[in-house]
């Protein structure tokens, strides 16, 4: 693992505004954290519900902005950028796995993931079929490259999620419990898949997860607990 800092976030706090009747409270997400994500690293975000873990996801990645502090990517302050340098950005160096999968329900699974590629223009229609067919068949997909969204299972449309999310061959990967819908049998190829992109083509990941056993096998773990770094581990 490179000691160079792909994601970093400082000092990053994050406010929330609830109405309540006419009166308008402050809740208060994320209070000070900071902490660096190093280029190759593999990481589990870890916690208790409510604690912050998917806001600070959001943030990293560009989905939400903090109240105060800065977050950085690449060098890149994106806490800073406006939207649209926000979706180009993310385009290019991103891939998110939401816990709620968002495929397009017109289009099939092979449609679903060619689509990032498509518009970036990276690869060609032939290309970007070519690699979207792979990526489906690593997920043990290979069988339902034209059903649409409403015939596949939950665990099927989030493995297609997660092809969806790999199709631009992002540096870094952020994944909202990628494993929360999957039976055992799916969410161990999701383990394989991200180990595997670990240690073969380097890439970042960070994910979060409910689930021990992922955590166990990733190279690090980041327990937050009311919103601040309780733990900072690594495993290997």
């Not at 190093?38 to 975000?45: C, E, L």
């Not at 105060?68 to 990517?73: D, E, I, K």
């Not at 049998?185 to 409910?210: C, D, M, P, W």
């Given at each position: ?11 990053v ?14 809740s208060?997400?994320?209070p ?8 190759g690293?593999?990481?589990a975000?870890?916690?208790p519900?409510?604690s ?16 105060s ?6 060098g890149q ?8 340098e ?15 999968h968002f ?12 689509m990032?590629m498509l518009?970036r ?7 970007a079929?070519?690699r979207?067919?792979e990526?489906?068949?690593?997920l043990?997909l ?8 409403n015939?596949?299972s939950?665990g099927?449309?989030?493995?297609v999620?997660?092809?969806r999310?790999?199709a ?9 419990e990628?494993?929360?819908n999957l ?8 383990y394989?898949l991200?180990?595997?992109l670990n240690s ?14 992922f955590?166990?096998?990733t ?16 495993l290997?």
């Amino acid at each position: 693992m490179n000691d160079e800092a792909i994601i970093r976030v400082e000092h990053v706090r994050k406010e929330l505004a609830i109405k309540n009747g006419g009166e308008e409270i402050v809740s208060v997400i994320l209070p000070d954290i900071s902490f660096d994500i190093k280029r190759g690293d593999f990481a589990a975000i870890t916690g208790p519900s409510g604690s912050g873990k998917t806001t600070l996801l959001y943030l990293m990645g560009g989905l939400d902005r903090p109240t105060s502090g800065s977050v950085f990517l690449d060098g890149q302050e994106i806490s800073a950028l406006t939207e649209e340098e926000l979706a180009e950005m993310r385009n290019r160096k991103l891939g998110f796995v939401y816990q709620f999968h968002f495929l397009l329900p017109e289009f099939n699974a092979l449609e679903n993931v060619m689509m990032p590629m498509l518009a970036r223009g990276r690869f060609s229609m032939s290309e970007a079929r070519t690699r979207a067919a792979e990526l489906l068949s690593r997920l043990g997909l290979s069988d339902k490259l034209h059903n649409k969204p409403n015939q596949l299972s939950g665990g099927q449309q989030q493995r297609v999620a997660i092809a969806r999310a790999l199709a631009n061959n992002p540096g870094v990967l952020l994944a909202d419990e990628p494993t929360g819908n999957l039976d055992s049998k799916s969410a161990e190829t999701i383990y394989r898949l991200f180990s595997e992109l670990n240690s073969e083509s380097g890439q970042t990941i960070v994910v979060v997860t409910h689930d021990e056993h992922f955590a166990a096998e990733t190279k690090r773990i980041l327990h937050i607990l009311d919103g601040q770094l309780s733990i900072d581990r690594t495993l290997r």
